[in-house]
């Protein structure tokens, strides 16, 4: 039997979604299997390297998200920084589905994958960290100043993340969605 086919954004969002709601060692290969769209077999000759391979992907393909819905967003020449701030609230609004997604970064950080998937985890944390800093420093923060609000808004929205999963409602996710706008916006 031929392996199937399966587009590559179908995969890693399928993959991602379980690693989002089981977390690394809740996920099983037969569950990460079925949301792939993929055989069993064909999952294990896509990632060879099994769940870290699975996990690696995954945070890289959110790292490059990142990159280009954060980080290039932020730090985009001739935009004013209240619209870059903007743009980058409407992808992460969009990203984390209104509040109803847990953050994969989050969820795979609460246990042994860290060990395994820590590097990459903290390069997606700088690079988001990397591009708040460069927008407060833009709208006239202090380095110091810009960093300390980039990790606030970290902060807001991964605790915001969390409260949302745990209460059942992204009212949380919204507000702090809200007072990430008002971090940068109202110095």
Aim: net charge positive.
């Amino acid at each position: 039997m031929r392996p199937q086919k399966i587009d590559d954004a179908r995969l890693i969002e399928g993959l991602m979604s379980v690693l989002q709601s089981k977390g690394f060692e809740g996920a099983s290969l037969n569950d990460l299997a079925k949301a792939s769209g993929l055989q069993k077999a064909s999952l294990y000759h896509r990632f060879p390297g099994g769940k870290n391979e699975i996990a690696i992907t995954v945070l890289l393909f959110i790292h490059e998200w990142i990159r280009e819905n954060i980080y290039l967003v932020l730090t985009e020449k001739g935009v004013a920084p209240a619209t870059k701030l903007q743009r980058a609230i409407q992808h992460i609004r969009q990203v984390y589905h209104n509040g109803e997604k847990t953050c994969i970064l989050n969820a795979l950080s609460l246990d042994s994958g860290l060990v395994v998937l820590g590097d990459e985890i903290s390069k997606a944390m700088h690079l988001w960290l990397d591009a708040f800093t460069v927008l407060g420093v833009e709208m006239g923060l202090s380095t110091a100043q810009a960093k300390a609000k980039a990790r606030q808004s970290l902060i807001q929205v991964q605790g915001s993340l969390v409260l949302a999963k745990g209460l059942g409602d992204p009212t949380q996710f919204h507000k702090a969605l809200t007072d990430l706008k008002q971090l940068f916006i109202n110095e």
